[in-house]
């Protein structure tokens, strides 16, 4: 999906379910469909598929915010 894919069919609230790409410091990176957000203050070990919802969606900058649903 492209990132304007993304904008068209999403908005904060939205609850998607994404694979853990990344666990840094400061949260988890989150792959759905395609495009990547980071869930901020979230520990799950990379490859886990998880359920989250977008906070924010910030279409200037192309990233999104997420928390556990």
């Known amino acids: 999906m492209s990132w304007?894919?993304?904008?068209?069919?999403?908005?904060?609230?939205?609850?998607?379910?994404?694979?853990?790409?990344?666990?840094?410091p400061f949260g988890?990176?989150?792959?759905?469909?395609?495009?990547?957000?980071l869930a901020y203050q979230e520990s799950w070990p990379v490859g886990t598929r998880v359920s989250v919802r977008i906070l924010e969606i910030d279409?200037?900058?192309?990233?999104?915010?997420l928390a556990s649903a």
Do not use: C, M, N
């Open 4 to 24: 304007q894919e993304f904008l068209a069919r999403h908005q904060a609230g939205d609850v998607i379910e994404g694979v853990v790409t990344q666990e840094v």
């Open 28 to 37: 988890s990176f989150v792959e759905y469909e395609g495009v990547t957000g």
């Open 59 to 65: 279409p200037e900058k192309q990233r999104f915010s």
